[in-house]
Each structure stands twice: as structure tokens, then as C-alpha cells.
């Protein structure tokens, strides 16, 4: 690495902690987007510690988080966010009081919580990068994840602004588009926008298999438009969705209220035959689509800028 490449580093050193679908897509993304940079990485699971390393995805893979942890300047939990706290406790005593500790968490303030109990003193600065897919594990990830996608930083009051600078351009090297917001916010916002979702995709398919009058393989055979995305977002994780859903239980529980009275009018609407409302109902929620796709969130998907993945974040950085 010339001298001038590492001082354009905003770390020199990032540790990766959990390397399934969003710690290999950091790891790849870091050494797309930040070459020089030195990638070390842990996973709780030897099946996924000897698997990361059987692919390249760090510099070197550890045997234990502290091990992962020394040395680095940047330090990103890429656990469930019911793990984090065990997670944090178990690097503690090798982290340095220098390095940021950073997360994936898909929800913000509980989290937040855990890693002040377990690291009292260090630089937390928690994020979300809003952008996944249904798969896990290390061969899920892929380095243009973050591309074009919002990753929501939820610093707190008394962050040292240089530290957050460093974490925001290391997500922009990515590509990603970052924004900061108080970490309740963004569990309400997270709960509406992909809990709730979730959720609904959870229950809709398991609805649909539990019905008596069709069958299993009537459900599988005519599983055509909307059921089958359906079918892809309730195919996520159940480790990480429990642990979200238990972990943003209010802001969840809030939005799910609001929702099941809104169904409750359409429901209401189809008893009643009345069109209109379901007709101007059905209208709104296309604008909201259409804005979506004007504002440049196409959809997520493994394949999404897979053809130029060795491309990826280079643009990113010169541009
Ligand atoms: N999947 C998505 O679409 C998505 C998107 C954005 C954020 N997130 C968040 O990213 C985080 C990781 O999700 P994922 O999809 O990568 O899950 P994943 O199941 O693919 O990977 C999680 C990894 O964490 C490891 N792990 C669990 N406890 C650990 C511990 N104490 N120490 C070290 N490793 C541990 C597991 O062995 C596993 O390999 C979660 O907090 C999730 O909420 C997920
Ligand atoms: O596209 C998908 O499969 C996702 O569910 C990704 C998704 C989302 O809801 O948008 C899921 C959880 C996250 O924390 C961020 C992104």
C-alpha cells in the first residue's frame, strides 16, 4: 500500500465479527472499495470460521473474537441483534479504546443499549446498512450490497464528530448513501418500512400452507406473482427475525395496531361493495411504488449488480 493510498484509508484496519450475509458482504465490499485496508474477521460458528477461510473473505479469520478485534481500528458486529451484547462482551478485553465499534443491526436503540452495557467507555457508533436479502451465511454476501442503498447511522448526542466522519466515508466507499437519525426514530421508521412487511409475509405464507380445502402442492404449483415475493421475504432468516421482532417489540407492536386497523377498512370496504374506497386506496398505494422506483431504490436481490461485482465500489471511489 503506497502512503498515499493509506492516508486516504478512513481505517487502516477493520475487524469483522459474525460473517454471515452482511459480514461477508462488508468484508467483500472493504476489499473492493478500500484496497489496502486490512480485514480480519471472527464467526462463533468453526463451520463458518473454516468456510470464510476456504474463500478468501479476510485477511485472516480468527479463532476468537478478541484475537479478530486486536490491532483494529474499525469494528463491525455483524451478529443477530439478540447477540450483539455477548458478542461485544466477548471482545471486550482486547478492544482497543482507539477503534469504533460499529454494528449491521437492523434494529438500533436496543442495540445501542447492549453495547454500552458491554463496552463501557469505547466509541459506539451504531448503523444499518437497509439493504439485504433472504439468504445467510458466508457464501450469501457480495460486495455491491450496499450500492445505492441508505446506511442509517444512529450516532449518539456526544459522538466525536471526526469518529462519525470516518464511519460515514467508510460507507460511502461502499457506495452506500448514509444517513444519521436518533436510533428510536429509526426503529419506527425500520418498523413500517421492513418489520411490519415481514411480518405480514411470515403470516400470508403460513396462512396460505395451513389451509384445509388447499393443498400443499396447490400452493406451491400456482404460487404465481404476488405470493411467490411473498414467499421470498418469509424464506429470511428465522434467527435474525426473532431477535428483531423482540428487540423493536414496541415500535413494532405500534405499527401492527395501525395496520390491522387499516385492513380492518378493507375488509370493511369488500363487505360493503364499495369500490371506490378500495379504488382510490389502490391508487395511493401505486404512487408510493412509483416514488420508490423514481428515487432510485430498485429492489435488492442476490443478483442485483452481481455482473460486475469485481467492478464494484471502484467507480464508487474515484467518483
Ligand atoms: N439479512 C438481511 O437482509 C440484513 C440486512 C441488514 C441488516 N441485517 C442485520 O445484520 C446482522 C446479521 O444478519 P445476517 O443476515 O448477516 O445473518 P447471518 O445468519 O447470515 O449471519 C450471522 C452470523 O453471526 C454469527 N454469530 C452469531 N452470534 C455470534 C457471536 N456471538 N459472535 C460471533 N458470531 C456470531 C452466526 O454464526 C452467523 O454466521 C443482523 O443483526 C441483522 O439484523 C440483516
Ligand atoms: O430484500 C430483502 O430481502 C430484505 O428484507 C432486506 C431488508 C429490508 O427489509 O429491506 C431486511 C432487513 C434489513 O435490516 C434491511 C433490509
Given at each position: 500500500?503506497?502512503?498515499?493510498?493509506?492516508?486516504?484509508?478512513?481505517?487502516?484496519?477493520?475487524?469483522?465479527?459474525?460473517?454471515?450475509?452482511?459480514?461477508?458482504?462488508?468484508?467483500?465490499?472493504?476489499?473492493?472499495?478500500?484496497?489496502?485496508?486490512?480485514?480480519?474477521?471472527?464467526?462463533?460458528?468453526?463451520?463458518?470460521?473454516?468456510?470464510?477461510?476456504?474463500?478468501?473473505?479476510?485477511?485472516?479469520?480468527?479463532?476468537?473474537?478478541?484475537?479478530?478485534?486486536?490491532?483494529?481500528?474499525?469494528?463491525?458486529?455483524?451478529?443477530?441483534?439478540?447477540?450483539?451484547?455477548?458478542?461485544?462482551?466477548?471482545?471486550?478485553?482486547?478492544?482497543?479504546?482507539?477503534?469504533?465499534?460499529?454494528?449491521?443491526?437492523?434494529?438500533?436503540?436496543?442495540?445501542?443499549?447492549?453495547?454500552?452495557?458491554?463496552?463501557?467507555?469505547?466509541?459506539?457508533?451504531?448503523?444499518?446498512?437497509?439493504?439485504?436479502t433472504e439468504q445467510s451465511g458466508p457464501d450469501a454476501g457480495f460486495a455491491t450490497l450496499f450500492?445505492?442503498?441508505?446506511?442509517?447511522?444512529?450516532?449518539?448526542?456526544?459522538?466525536?464528530?471526526?469518529?462519525?466522519?470516518?464511519?460515514?466515508?467508510?460507507?460511502?466507499?461502499?457506495?452506500?448513501?448514509?444517513?444519521?437519525?436518533?436510533?428510536?426514530?429509526?426503529?419506527?421508521?425500520?418498523?413500517?418500512?421492513?418489520?411490519?412487511?415481514?411480518?405480514?409475509?411470515?403470516?400470508?405464507?403460513?396462512?396460505?400452507?395451513?389451509?384445509?380445502?388447499?393443498?400443499?402442492?396447490?400452493?406451491?404449483?400456482?404460487?404465481?406473482?404476488?405470493?411467490?415475493?411473498?414467499?421470498?421475504?418469509?424464506?429470511?432468516?428465522?434467527?435474525?427475525?426473532?431477535?428483531?421482532?423482540?428487540?423493536?417489540?414496541?415500535?413494532?407492536?405500534?405499527?401492527?395496531?395501525?395496520?390491522?386497523?387499516?385492513?380492518?377498512?378493507?375488509?370493511?370496504?369488500?363487505?360493503?361493495?364499495?369500490?371506490?374506497?378500495?379504488?382510490?386506496?389502490?391508487?395511493?398505494?401505486?404512487?408510493?411504488?412509483?416514488?420508490?422506483?423514481?428515487?432510485?431504490?430498485?429492489?435488492?436481490?442476490?443478483?442485483?449488480?452481481?455482473?460486475?461485482?469485481?467492478?464494484?465500489?471502484?467507480?464508487?471511489?474515484?467518483?
Amino acid at each position: 500500500m503506497s502512503d498515499s493510498e493509506s492516508a486516504s484509508l478512513p481505517f487502516r484496519h477493520v475487524a469483522v465479527i459474525g460473517l454471515g450475509l452482511l459480514g461477508s458482504s462488508v468484508a467483500r465490499a472493504a476489499r473492493a472499495c478500500l484496497p489496502g485496508i486490512v480485514i480480519t474477521g471472527y464467526d462463533a460458528d468453526p463451520a463458518v470460521r473454516d468456510r470464510a477461510r476456504a474463500i478468501g473473505l479476510a485477511d485472516t479469520i480468527a479463532n476468537a473474537a478478541g484475537e479478530a478485534v486486536r490491532g483494529a481500528d474499525l469494528v463491525v458486529l455483524c451478529v443477530p441483534v439478540g447477540a450483539m451484547g455477548t458478542a461485544a462482551r466477548e471482545l471486550a478485553a482486547d478492544l482497543s479504546l482507539a477503534a469504533i465499534v460499529s454494528d449491521v443491526g437492523s434494529s438500533k436503540a436496543s442495540v445501542a443499549a447492549a453495547l454500552g452495557a458491554a463496552l463501557p467507555g469505547h466509541r459506539i457508533i451504531p448503523a444499518h446498512p437497509v439493504a439485504g436479502t433472504e439468504q445467510s451465511g458466508p457464501d450469501a454476501g457480495f460486495a455491491t450490497l450496499f450500492r445505492n442503498r441508505w446506511c442509517i447511522v444512529t450516532p449518539p448526542a456526544d459522538v466525536d464528530a471526526a469518529d462519525l466522519a470516518r464511519l460515514v466515508a467508510f460507507w460511502e466507499a461502499f457506495g452506500a448513501r448514509v444517513e444519521t437519525m436518533d436510533a428510536e426514530h429509526h426503529d419506527l421508521v425500520l418498523a413500517v418500512t421492513s418489520h411490519l412487511p415481514h411480518l405480514i409475509a411470515y403470516t400470508i405464507v403460513g396462512t396460505a400452507s395451513d389451509l384445509e380445502r388447499v393443498t400443499q402442492s396447490e400452493v406451491i404449483k400456482y404460487s404465481a406473482g404476488g405470493f411467490r415475493d411473498f414467499t421470498r421475504i418469509a424464506a429470511s432468516d428465522p434467527t435474525m427475525w426473532r431477535d428483531v421482532f423482540l428487540n423493536n417489540r414496541d415500535a413494532v407492536l405500534d405499527m401492527l395496531g395501525r395496520f390491522n386497523r387499516d385492513l380492518a377498512e378493507l375488509e370493511a370496504a369488500i363487505r360493503a361493495g364499495d369500490g371506490e374506497q378500495l379504488f382510490d386506496h389502490f391508487t395511493r398505494t401505486r404512487a408510493i411504488r412509483r416514488s420508490i422506483i423514481e428515487m432510485g431504490q430498485d429492489d435488492a436481490r442476490p443478483d442485483f449488480g452481481r455482473a460486475d461485482h469485481s467492478r464494484a465500489g471502484k467507480e464508487t471511489v474515484s467518483g
